[in-house]
């Protein structure tokens, strides 16, 4: 069973516009959120992250909002750039999930972001 | 500073060969994680460890044992290689202070025929 579902694999945006990226997770116990950037041929990079007890955070272009009752978070970049085509993959985990320190990530499968000039 | 280092970047075996994947960190990064990317999958993490000389198996673990060595190195060892195994391997590391976040290395591409 997924417990973080990316349900759009791709997506396509214009040089300039707003890029939404969505993200739903199914375990309630879920208290921090992470949303990582894939460039081909390299590791995942930390972009932006958010705590449970928060609904929004940001840092610069990019903007994680959460909502705990729809059990949902998206990710804003504005404006978006040619730069941002990645894959994007939203994580989620829960403090001691598997013992304390043990920070398990779970993923979902990513989202395909195109930026077109 | 060289981050999270994996080799080697590229390997090819045949089924039923063994290999090991070595990753090392220069942050002092207490706990250290192995994951595999399949095609249209998320990342799924295969064995971490919390700390030196502690180990414990993710949500993919058969098939693949793994050895911290020491506080910089956590190495992950295919004993017996088979098709399945063909993937894209991540090793990441995370800093006791830095709360959930994860730093990853550049990846392993292995495959097995």
């Known amino acids: 069973d997924q417990q973080v579902k990316q349900n759009s694999p791709s997506l396509s945006v214009q040089e300039g516009r707003i890029s939404i990226l969505n993200c739903d997770y199914t375990n309630s116990m879920f208290d921090y959120f992470l949303w990582y950037k894939k460039y081909p041929a390299e590791g995942p990079t930390f972009l932006i992250s958010?705590?449970?007890?928060?609904d929004k955070n940001e840092d610069g272009r990019f903007t994680v909002f959460l909502n705990k009752s729809a059990k949902h978070l998206s990710l804003h970049i504005v404006p978006s750039q040619p730069g941002d085509s990645a894959v994007y993959f939203c994580?989620?985990?829960?403090?001691?999930?598997?013992?304390?320190?043990?920070?398990?990530?779970?993923f979902g499968k990513g989202t395909k972001l195109s930026v077109i000039p | 500073n060289a981050g999270v280092t994996q080799t080697p970047k590229f390997q090819v075996l045949k089924t039923g060969q063994s290999m090991t994947l070595q990753c090392a960190q220069d942050m002092n990064h207490n706990s250290m994680y192995w994951y595999r990317q399949d095609p249209g999958m998320g990342l799924r993490l295969i064995y971490y460890?919390?700390?030196?000389?502690?180990?414990d198996k993710g949500e993919v673990p058969n098939g693949y044992n793994v050895s911290r060595l020491n506080k910089r190195e956590f190495s992950l060892r295919l004993e017996s290689a088979a098709p399945s195994q063909t993937s894209v391997y991540f090793c990441?590391?995370?800093?006791?202070?830095?709360?959930?976040?994860?730093?990853f290395g550049p990846g392993t591409r292995l495959t097995v025929t």
């Open positions: 460890s919390a700390s030196e000389g502690t180990t």
């Open positions: 994580a989620a985990s829960r403090f001691g999930s598997s013992g304390a320190g043990s920070y398990q990530l779970t």
């Open positions: 958010i705590s449970s007890i928060k």
């Open positions: 990441a590391s995370r800093d006791v202070g830095s709360f959930y976040e994860q730093y």
